[in-house]
């Protein structure tokens, strides 16, 4: 008997604390309404297929290695055990590097070998030579600072784990399902070591929040906005009224508005030296996501990051305290309860202003990039906070959205989002919060 099963993992946002988080500082979280799916399934003998394939959807890119390539050349295959994860050797590592070498990846497609490897990897540590069909597709923009390469490890650890031997899952069971805590730790564990060769140095925050997810319930702004029917006699029919307070919406300024409402607010976490703690959210939080478009590459700004702290100790040590502060206050603001606009209002200007320091902080670590300082520009002309998210260097940006005043948040974000897509950004509202990794299991067959 054969079947398919498919494992879904989501993105994050990295709120406050990047790089710092690598050297021990607290970062803050969420995960959002993202995923990357991976699809694995073993051929029937009538298949008559005797290779491991990866088909790469996103970059519609298909590898196959027979299985005998792979035993001639893996020095460790098949004593490993899917229930100890361990990191790769340096003889393994080798190996794996000449494997993805022979695959002659064009110049523009290099960042996908560090992928390729990290399946290798997992996908040979927890089956061995099993002759298998792999398929990866994602909703995040890859290589951006949405954690992509974490989604990627924890969906494709899931996949393989839920189809392993010592797999204890209802293999009937009819949609999505999650798996038991230990069974969530031990694709945790995994994932981090497919991120050790695609990152170098990860802090595990990706993989983390990935795996577990951030939990979600409704956060119920306190000025709702209200949706009222009257009957329109020159029109004879039913017309829907848009009001927000005193208000009566424009039809463009209720579609900004909309974009704001639908995406959840859900809750966050705090990641300290491998240690996940769920915050709960208690006030409404939106952000917009920009992505830059620039292309830049994890390892080498961790790697970075890294040799500016050994050449300049005590003053690093320094930035990565005060980063330590900014999440500790961020978590601060966020967890306490508000009674009325005011207060939001008040915690909203603080959190913008502390997204500044955080952003000066990562500027100080060399992370900046002259695309995110555009992205600051334009924002700043609306009153709007932006600081880069994860890894920096290009990728993705994360701007502040004032909610106190819907209306006037929704005329912003429409203004806004025109300017920064002129300059050739693509913006979105993530929803913030949400679950980790799901499997669902399909195509019985025998
Ligand atoms: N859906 C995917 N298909 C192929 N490779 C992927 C996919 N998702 C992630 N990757 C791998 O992860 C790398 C991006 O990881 P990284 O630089 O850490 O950025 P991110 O912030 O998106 O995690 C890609 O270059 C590729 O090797
Ligand atoms: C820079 C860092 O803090 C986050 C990297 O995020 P991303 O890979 O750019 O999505 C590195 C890490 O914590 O592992």
Redesign the pocket.
């Known amino acids: 008997m054969t079947m398919e099963v498919r494992a879904r993992a989501p ?1 994050k946002i990295i709120l406050a604390g990047e790089h710092a988080v690598v050297h021990g500082s607290t970062a803050v979280a969420a995960a959002i309404d993202l995923y ?1 799916y991976v699809s694995l399934r073993f051929p029937t003998p009538h298949d008559n297929d005797d290779a491991l394939k990866l088909q ?4 519609d890119m298909e590898f196959s290695w027979p299985v005998r390539k792979l035993k001639e050349v893996l020095p460790e295959l098949g004593i490993k055990s899917a229930s100890s994860p361990s990191s790769c050797s340096l003889e393994t590592s080798k190996a794996i590097a000449s494997l993805v070498e022979e695959l002659n990846l064009a110049d523009a497609k290099l ?6 490897s ?1 399946f290798l990897w997992l996908y040979t540590s927890i089956h061995g030579d099993k002759p298998a069909k792999v398929a ?3 909703e ?13 490890c924890v969906a494709l650890s899931a996949a393989l784990l839920s189809l392993s031997d010592s797999s204890k899952l209802d293999f009937s069971h009819q949609g999505w399902q999650t798996f038991g805590e230990s069974e969530l730790v031990l694709v945790n564990k995994w994932a981090f070591e497919g ?1 050790k060769m ?2 170098g140095r990860p802090s595990g925050i ?1 993989n983390t929040v990935s795996t577990f997810g951030t939990e979600y319930d409704e956060c119920k702004h306190p000025n709702n906005v209200k949706f009222t029917t009257t009957y329109c006699k020159e029109l004879k029919n039913l017309i829907v009224v848009l009001k927000y307070g005193k208000y009566l919406l424009h039809w463009e300024i209720f579609l900004g508005l909309f974009q704001l409402t639908k995406s959840i607010t859900g809750n966050i976490v705090t990641f300290r030296s491998g240690e996940l703690t769920h915050i709960k959210t208690n006030m409404p939080l939106k952000m917009l996501v920009t992505n830059t478009k620039v292309g ?4 080498a700004l961790v790697a970075g990051v890294s040799e500016r702290t050994a050449r300049h100790g005590s003053a690093m040590t320094s930035v990565f305290k005060a980063v330590d502060s900014i999440s500790n206050e961020v978590v601060g603001i966020i967890q306490s309860p508000v009674s009325d606009d005011l207060a939001i209002t008040e915690k909203e200007e603080k959190l913008g202003e502390l997204m500044e320091m955080n952003q000066g902080l990562l500027q100080c670590m060399g992370v900046s990039h002259s695309s995110i300082e555009t992205v600051i520009k334009t924002t700043l002309k609306y009153k709007l906070a932006t600081k880069l998210t ?2 920096g260097g290009g ?1 993705c940006v994360l701007t502040l959205l004032p909610t106190h005043d819907l209306v006037l948040a929704a005329t912003v974000v429409d203004k806004v989002i025109r300017e920064l897509e002129d300059c050739g950004f693509k913006c979105l509202i993530a929803g913030i919060g949400g679950r980790g990794m799901e499997i669902s299991f399909s195509g019985f067959s025998s």
């Open positions: 993105g990357t790469l959807k996103d970059v960042g996908l070998a560090s992928g390729i990290a990866v597709t994602s995040l923009p890859l290589g951006s600072g949405m954690g992509s390469s974490a989604a990627l991120e695609i990152h990706d830049r590459n994890t390892r994860g890894a990728g």
